[in-house]
T-cell receptor
């Protein structure tokens, strides 16, 4: 069974801190995604990576960056955390060319910025 | 641009009641359509899908039919259980690996 593991379930950080959210998948998937989930807004794509060292901006990339040095790991970085980045963050992975039919999600990281 | 609109929740039902969660979409061409479910404390998982007009996706007693003429993909179940309590997301993809999600609809089923 595909497993997508997010390193932290809950995280509390202070405004201005640099924050790293880590995600690891164990099925050799080419694609990895970071979504943000907010009530009333659903899931919004932050960044997408389709290969090692490749990345593409999603709908809301401002204030975020990503790193994909190895195929199985995709990191989301908040360079200087702000209170409006308090949210649930979901990582997902999928094989290339499956058109959304094989998207596997992690359990999420709930980030609070105070 | 492409978008998905879902009915707002929460939807509150008694066990064994019928369920319909409305979903409509805006997209050019023929997108693939999906329903994902998020149980409490978990990530999303695929519930069912349909890849062309008039296709019916089904799983765990849930069904949804791809209606091109009304650009809809409503989720239905004839008899809900307490264990169906979750958040349900409608989504589409248009020949890419990226999904566009709706806002989600919370379902609460009481015994």
């Amino acid at each position: 069974d595909v497993k997508v593991t997010q390193s932290s379930r809950y995280l509390v950080k202070r405004t201005g801190e640099k924050v790293f959210l880590e995600c690891v998948q164990d099925m050799d998937h080419e694609n990895m995604f970071w979504y943000r989930q907010d009530p009333g807004l659903g899931l919004r794509l932050i960044y997408f990576s389709y290969d090692v060292k490749m990345k593409e901006k999603g709908d809301i990339p401002e204030g975020y960056s990503v790193s994909r040095e190895k195929k199985e790991r995709f990191s989301l970085i908040l360079e200087s955390a702000s209170t409006n980045q308090t949210s649930m963050y979901l990582c997902a992975s999928s094989p290339s060319g499956t058109g959304g039919q094989s998207l596997h999600f992690g359990n999420g990281t709930r980030l609070t910025v105070t | 641009g492409d978008s998905v609109t879902q009915m707002e929740g929460p939807v509150t039902l008694s066990e064994e009641a019928c369920l319909t969660i409305n979903c409509t979409y805006t997209a050019t061409g023929y997108p693939s359509l999906f329903w994902y479910v998020q149980y409490p404390g978990e990530g999303l998982q695929l519930l069912l899908k349909a890849t062309k007009a008039d296709d019916k996706g089904s799983n765990k007693g849930f069904e949804a039919t791809y209606r091109k003429e009304t650009t809809s993909f409503h989720l239905e179940k004839g008899s809900v259980q307490v264990s169906d309590s979750a958040v349900y997301f409608c989504a589409l993809s248009r020949n890419t690996d990226k999904l566009i999600f709706g806002t989600g609809t919370r379902l609460q089923v009481f015994p």
